[in-house]
């Protein structure tokens, strides 16, 4: 099947400063990924969809000034945390869509701790 | 907000024994999908189901598209210990491939 990766797969950083994580499909092109969030013992939320060559789309309530997506190329997705505080502190999942049927691969996850 | 009902929470179950979960929303999905979360990683999909009615088996998993298609299920028989994780039932409402989550059944099997 399609293989998603992310990196990292965990950072700690100081409150204040700005944490980029990649996303990429390794054997196949995506027009499309989406960056979900974590939080423990709960659900995915959806916060963006990333589309290849145009802006993200956010879902309601998420600020696309604090979380930037670029989706630069068919194989990458970037997901910054500007002013990282605290209480974004959470495990962020990139997913990216493969095939006619459009199905969802996911990557393994990045853990993100703010001190 | 969350749509989607997922239950039960969470099950202890003994090896061996058959495990059943449901989803269930208030409004209409195209597309329902079910999916296994390891920790620390990222989902796995098990069963995808694309059609009212259809019930679709892989292994020891059996999920169903329930006929108003606001409802799914799915069964897990003869549980073993690998079983254990977090079980996600998921909803789409076209084919464009953004899902809403439900809340997860986190399942423990006791050898």
């Known amino acids: 099947g399609a293989v998603v990766s992310q990196h990292p797969s965990w950072v700690i950083c100081k409150s204040g400063t700005s944490v980029k994580i990649e996303c990429r499909s390794l054997?196949?092109?995506?027009?499309?990924m989406f960056w979900y969030r974590q939080f423990p013992k709960q659900s995915l939320m959806l916060m963006a969809t990333?589309?290849?060559?145009?802006?993200?789309?956010?879902e309601q309530g998420v600020e696309k000034d604090k979380f930037l997506i670029n989706h630069a190329s068919l194989t990458l997705s970037t997901l910054t945390v500007t002013s990282a505080h605290p209480e974004d502190s959470s495990f962020y999942i990139c997913?990216?869509?493969?095939?006619?049927?459009?199905?969802?691969?996911f990557g393994p996850g990045t853990r993100l701790t703010v001190l | 907000g969350q749509q989607l009902n997922q239950s039960p929470q969470s099950m202890f179950i003994q090896e061996g024994e058959d495990v059943s979960m449901n989803c269930t929303s208030s409004?209409?999905?195209?597309?329902w999908l079910w999916y296994k979360q390891d920790p620390g990683e990222g989902p796995v999909l098990l069963i995808a189901?694309?059609?009212?009615?259809e019930l679709t088996s892989n292994g020891r998993l059996t999920a169903q598209f329930g006929i108003t298609r606001k409802d799914s299920f799915l069964n897990i028989s003869a549980s073993i210990p690998s079983d254990v994780g977090i079980y996600f039932c998921?909803?789409?409402?076209?084919?464009?491939?953004?899902?809403?989550f439900g809340d997860g059944t986190t399942l423990t099997v006791k050898p």
């Open positions: 997913s990216a869509l493969a095939g006619s049927d459009n199905e969802q691969f």
């Open positions: 054997d196949f092109q995506a027009t499309t």
């Open positions: 990333s589309n290849e060559g145009s802006k993200a789309t956010y």
């Open positions: 409004s209409i999905f195209n597309t």
């Open positions: 189901l694309y059609k009212a009615g």
């Open positions: 998921a909803g789409q409402r076209t084919n464009a491939g953004k899902s809403t």
